[in-house]
């Protein structure tokens, strides 16, 4: 069993929908990062949180410390934003999520 | 540009050659890492420097693995002969300071090579 899952794997949505991608962890950490990787390998941290939800744009992050666990959400969704998103969990080191690979339609 | 640069971008070897990955972290960064992102999974942690000092080496795989940063600043990978499941892309990134838990990484675009 991995130490930082996600779900889904895949996602295909049209444009405007709302997208959700889980993550869960079994390791004990503080905070918990989102990364956003688009085809080419650049990764773009999207958000780093340790409580609560953050909001930046069409995109939300929430995350529960107790339950181990967090989502991403995109608002409206647009084929721009058509990328792998990446979940990763700090402990001595960055323990990455295999991502979720969503591809947005017009 | 300020952000994470690596070079070469792409690199094909045949198996059994040595090759050398740069990464030149964002100026004045103390904290750079390497990763190994196998095709359709996510990256795997390599190797950690603080500076000059390389402070965990626990996720190379193999001595056929080094890295150094002797300067504190620019990165070298290096795989010395080169098997074919060393294929993947190759990630470095960089932190201003020296917490995994709070600072922000700043990826570079990554090398992806080939062993033939």
């Known amino acids: 069993k991995n130490e930082v899952e996600q779900s889904p794997q895949n996602l295909t949505a049209q444009e405007g929908e709302f997208i959700t991608i889980n993550c869960s962890y079994s390791?004990?950490?503080?905070?918990l990062h989102w990364l956003q990787q688009h085809p080419g390998g650049g990764i773009v941290s999207l958000f780093m949180?340790?409580?609560g939800k953050k909001k930046h744009g069409r995109l939300i992050a929430t995350i529960n410390i107790q339950e181990k666990h967090s989502s991403l959400h995109i608002t409206a969704s647009h084929p721009r934003d058509s990328a792998v998103y990446i979940c990763?969990?700090?402990?001595?080191?960055?323990?990455f999520g295999t991502g979720t690979r969503l591809q947005v339609f017009p | 540009g300020a952000g994470v640069s690596q070079s070469p971008r792409y690199k094909v070897a045949k198996r059994g050659q040595d090759v050398a990955l740069r990464c030149d972290p964002i100026?004045?960064?103390?904290?750079l890492f390497w990763y190994q992102q196998a095709l359709g999974q996510g990256p795997e942690f390599l190797t950690y420097?603080?500076?000059?000092?390389?402070?965990?080496k626990s996720g190379l795989p193999s001595d056929r693995f080094f890295a150094e940063r002797p300067e504190g600043s620019v990165s070298t990978l290096k795989i010395q002969r080169t098997q074919q499941e060393d294929s993947a892309v190759y990630l470095c990134?960089?932190?201003?300071?020296?917490?995994?838990?709070?600072?922000?990484?700043?990826f570079g675009p990554g090398t992806r090579l080939t062993v033939l």
């Open positions: 990134a960089s932190t201003h300071g020296g917490r995994v838990d709070t600072d922000t990484q700043y």
């Open positions: 390791v004990g950490i503080s905070a």
């Open positions: 949180l340790s409580s």
């Open positions: 990763a969990a700090p402990t001595d080191k960055l323990i």
């Open positions: 100026s004045g960064h103390v904290s």
């Open positions: 420097f603080q500076n000059e000092a390389q402070l965990d």
